[in-house]
C-alpha cells in the first residue's frame, strides 16, 4: 500500500518544520462585513486545538516556550495581519497550558 503524505507547518516560535499534528493552530476569524464592503467586526484570534476553525491561520508548538518566542517577536501579529492585544495573548497562553 502507498505511504500516505503526511502534511507539515513550520512553527512561528522555533522555526522547524514538523508535522501538521503536533502542532496547534492560532486562528484569525474572518472580518464580518456589510452589504457596502465596510468592516463591522473585525474577527478575534484565539487558539483552534481542532484545526477545524475557519481563518488565516498560523502554528506553534505545543510548547510554552515556543509560544513565548512568538509572541515576544510578534510573529503572530505578522503572519495573521492584525495587531493582538495581551488579553488575548494571556488567555491563548493559559488555554495552551491546559492542553498540555
Do not use: H
Request: glycine content about 8%; some cysteine.
Amino acid at each position: 500500500m502507498k505511504q500516505r503524505k503526511i502534511p507539515m507547518r513550520k512553527c512561528t516560535g522555533c522555526g522547524e518544520m514538523k508535522p501538521k499534528a503536533e502542532l496547534v493552530r492560532v486562528v484569525k476569524a474572518p472580518d464580518r462585513l456589510s452589504e457596502e464592503g465596510e468592516i463591522l467586526e473585525k474577527g478575534e484570534v484565539s487558539l483552534d486545538l481542532t484545526s477545524k476553525k475557519s481563518g488565516r491561520g498560523a502554528y506553534v508548538c505545543r510548547s510554552l516556550q515556543c509560544f513565548e518566542a512568538a509572541r515576544k517577536a510578534r510573529r503572530f501579529e505578522r503572519a495573521l495581519s492584525c495587531q493582538i492585544p495581551s488579553e488575548v495573548y494571556d488567555s491563548m497562553e493559559e488555554e495552551l497550558g491546559k492542553s498540555e
